[in-house]
Structures are given as structure tokens and as C-alpha cells.
């Protein structure tokens, strides 16, 4: 594959994604349980690009941070979802959702190094956000484990997609599509954070 194609890629990947509604939570007709808590991180492009983003970042800051930041993120999403699940107010979780991949976006963008323990709250400070989103639009026929326990593997999983994405980064050409990709989960976050803020206005 060549470099140009490389170059070309985020713009390919912001034009598949920004034509979707930004409603991704809305899971009309979907069953309950562990599929419907899987698919659930899946079906929202603004949760996805950050599950994505926090597994990149932790890529560029190398270890601890590749790994403890992907774990962190499903554990203190479950505590979120448990939240979300007994209806305690939090406020403007949507909002709070775009701002986290306008700004992770942004941290893979510009490469952020920030202490791994700082590096850790932020990422834990808007999984509270994610997991709170999941488990307050639990479907009423599922499960509450089983629903919670698919959206940890799935979200899980997105976080081992980043990681891969961000092994680019051995490569010049690499570390420039990285970056590339982090300019459009930003953006899209920018898009969404707008969304949102319009509707809370």
C-alpha cells in the first residue's frame, strides 16, 4: 500500500462517519443483553473514535500507559454504568462524551506526553461519562450483567484496535497517518461536542 493512500486515509474515514446522526444511543428494537450490551459502543461514532483514541494514546506513551490506560477505561466505564443503570443525575453526559474524543483526539494529534498518573485520570474521568451513557439507555428486556459485561469486551476490544493503530508509530509514514487520524477523531469530537451542546441549549 502506498504512502499516498496512508495520506489520504483520515479524510476517508471523516467522510464515512460524519454523515451518521449523532443519536447513536438511541437503540430502538435492539434486544437486551450481551449482544445489545457489545453492539452498544459500536453503533455510537462519538464513543467509538474515543474508545479508539484513549487505545492510540496509550500507544504513543508506551508502557505503563499502552496497557494501564485500556484497563483502567472498562473498569471505571462499569462503575459509570452502574450509574447510569440506578438513574443517578450526572451532568450533560453527551456533552462530556464528545468532549472526551475532541480531546484525546487532539492528545494522539499533537503526541500530549503527560504523566502516566494524569495521563490515567483524564482517561478515567470521561470513561465515568461513557459508562454512565451505556448503562442509562439499557434496554428494558436485558440483562444488567450481562448487558454491562458486553459493553467492557466490546469497548475493550476498540481500545486493542487503537493499540494496533498506534504500533504505526515505528514508521515515520506511520507516525504521520497517527497523527493524521488524531486531527479527525478531534474534529468529529468538535462536530459532536456542537451537536450537543446545541441540544442542551
Known amino acids: 500500500m502506498s504512502l499516498r493512500i496512508f495520506r489520504y486515509l483520515p479524510f476517508a474515514i471523516a467522510g464515512l462517519v460524519l454523515p451518521q446522526a449523532a443519536f447513536a444511543h438511541e437503540q430502538v428494537g435492539l434486544g437486551g443483553g450481551l449482544v445489545s450490551g457489545f453492539l452498544h459502543p459500536l453503533t455510537g ?3 467509538l473514535i474515543a474508545m ?7 500507544a504513543q506513551l508506551g508502557a505503563p500507559a499502552i496497557w494501564v490506560l485500556p484497563i483502567t477505561f472498562p473498569l471505571v466505564m462499569a462503575i459509570g454504568g452502574v ?9 450533560m453526559p453527551e456533552v462530556m462524551i464528545a468532549l472526551s474524543a475532541l480531546i484525546l483526539g487532539a492528545a494522539v494529534a499533537v503526541r500530549m506526553r503527560l504523566p502516566f498518573a494524569a495521563a490515567a485520570a483524564v482517561v478515567a474521568v470521561f470513561a465515568i ?7 442509562a439507555e439499557l434496554p428494558k428486556s436485558a440483562n444488567p450483567l450481562a448487558y454491562g459485561v458486553g459493553f467492557v469486551v466490546s469497548t475493550g476490544l476498540l481500545h486493542l484496535c487503537g ?12 507516525e504521520r497517518l497517527i497523527q493524521g487520524l488524531g486531527v479527525v477523531i478531534a474534529m468529529l469530537g468538535g462536530y459532536f461536542l456542537a451537536l450537543s451542546l446545541g441540544a442542551v441549549a
Open 52 to 58: 479508539v483514541a484513549v487505545g492510540i494514546w496509550g
Open 163 to 174: 493499540i494496533t493503530i498506534g504500533t504505526l508509530t515505528r514508521w515515520p509514514a506511520g
Open 129 to 135: 461519562f461513557h459508562g454512565y451513557a451505556h448503562g
Open 45 to 47: 461514532i462519538d464513543h
Open 83 to 91: 450509574l447510569g443503570i440506578l438513574h443517578v443525575p450526572l451532568p
